[in-house]
C-alpha cells in the first residue's frame, strides 16, 4: 500500500545540508522486502509527472501549513532513569548513589520494568524520537520488557542490559561471570529481531571489574555489529577515580581501548574532558560521541568541545541523557546544544547552525549509529520513520515562524520555542503511531 502527502518537506543532502521543499511531497511504500520506505521525495511541482506515472491514481494527503521532517534520534538515553528526571545533586557521583541506584533497583520487577518502559516509549513518541540508544539496568527483565513493547510498536530501537559487578549497591551490582552470559544470551534473543537492536552496556568503567570489561571486549570483538554504549569523561570526580583504579592507563577513554571496547558501533557518552589523543582514538577507532547537553548543563558537568571533535574529526551526534538530562524533547536539546556551543569560557564559543543542529539529532545522528541510508532522512530508501511538525503550533511560535525570511530563520525559531506541541503526528515504519494522550 502506498502513501502520498503533500506539504513543506524538510530532509538532508550528502553533505548534511537541510534540503527544504516549501511545497513538497513524500511517498512511503514497501520496498522489495517489504520494509516500508521512502519512494519519492521533493518538489511536488517538479515530481507531479513522475508522480503521476509511477503510481498512478494514487491519493495525495495534503497537510496545509505542516511540514514533514525525519524522526529524530536520540544516541543516548536511560529508560530506567524516566523518574529520576530533575534530581539535583552535587554533580555525577553523588546523583548516582542517592537516587539513580537506588531508583534502577526497582527495575528487577518484571511488571514495574514494563509499565515504564510503555510509558518510556509513549513519552519518546510524543517527542517525536523514533529511534534511541538506551541503556537498561542491570536487570536481565529490563531488557525484554522494553525490547517486547518496542517489538509491539514496530520501532527500530537499540538497548542493552547494564553491566556493573563493582562499587555498586545491592540491587543493581551484577554478578561477573552470570552478567556476561546474560549478554550473550540477549543479543541472541534480541539482536536484529525486527527492527531490534542490541548494545553491549559497561555502564562506565568505575563500575565493571578488568574482567567483566574484557568479558564485554570479548563479545564487542565476538558480534561484530551489535552496538556498545558506555560513558566516559564526564565529571572531574569520575576521571580522578578511574585514574586511581586504572593508574597504568594514559587516559580514562583508553582504559576502554584496552579492554576492546572502541570500534565502529561504539557510542560514548559525554566525551567532554578530554584531549586530542583521545579523539585520535575516537577518530581512529572509529567510535563516537553522544553530546549531552541538557544532562552536562544540569549536573555541572562541562561543555562539550565541537572545535575540538571537528579538528580532530571524531563523529558525534545529539542525545537527552534522561535522567541526567532534563528533556525527552529534541527540540530542548538542541536548543541546549546550541547554549553549550556558544559558552566561550572553558573552550571557545561558537555558534552551531540550526541546520547543523538538527542533522546532529536526525541523520547525524544516524550516521554515528552506523545507520547512515536507514534513518534519519527522508530521501528515497529510508525507513519511513516521520513527523508531522506544526510550525504554527503556539501563538510564539506562530507569529514567530511566520515573520522568518528564510530557512535558518525557521528553524531556528522552531529549536528556540518548540517542544512536543510541535510534534503533530509520527509515523513509525510508514504508520501513523497511535496518538499519545496528553
Ligand atoms: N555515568 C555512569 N552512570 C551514569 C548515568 O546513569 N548517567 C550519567 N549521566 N552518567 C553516568
Ligand atoms: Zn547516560
Redesign the pocket.
Known sequence: MMHAYRSALLRFNQQGQVLYDEDGVLVIGPDATGRQVVQLAGDYGALQARLASAFPGLAVTPLPGRILAPGFVDLHI?YP?TDVIGSPADG?LPW?ENY?FPHESRFGDPAYAAEVARFFLDELQRNGVTTALTFATSHPSSVDALMSEARARGLRLIAGKVLQDRHSPDGVRDETEQSLIDTETLIRKWHGVERLGYAITP??APTSSERQLRGAGELAAKYRDVWIQS?VA?NREEIAWVHELFPQSRSYLSVYEEFGLLRERAVY?HCIHVDDADRALMRDRGAVAAVCPT?NLF?GSGFFDYAGADRVGHGYGLAS?VG?GTSFSPFRTMLAAYYVGREGVAKPGLSLSPQRLWWLHTAGAAQALGLEGVIGNLQPGHEADFLVLNPAATPLLARKTAQARNLDELLFALIVLGDERVVERVAVNGAWAAPVPA
Open positions: 536511560h532513569q555525577l548516582l539513580t555502564r562506565f560513558h564526564e557518552a544532562s549536573l541523557d541526567g
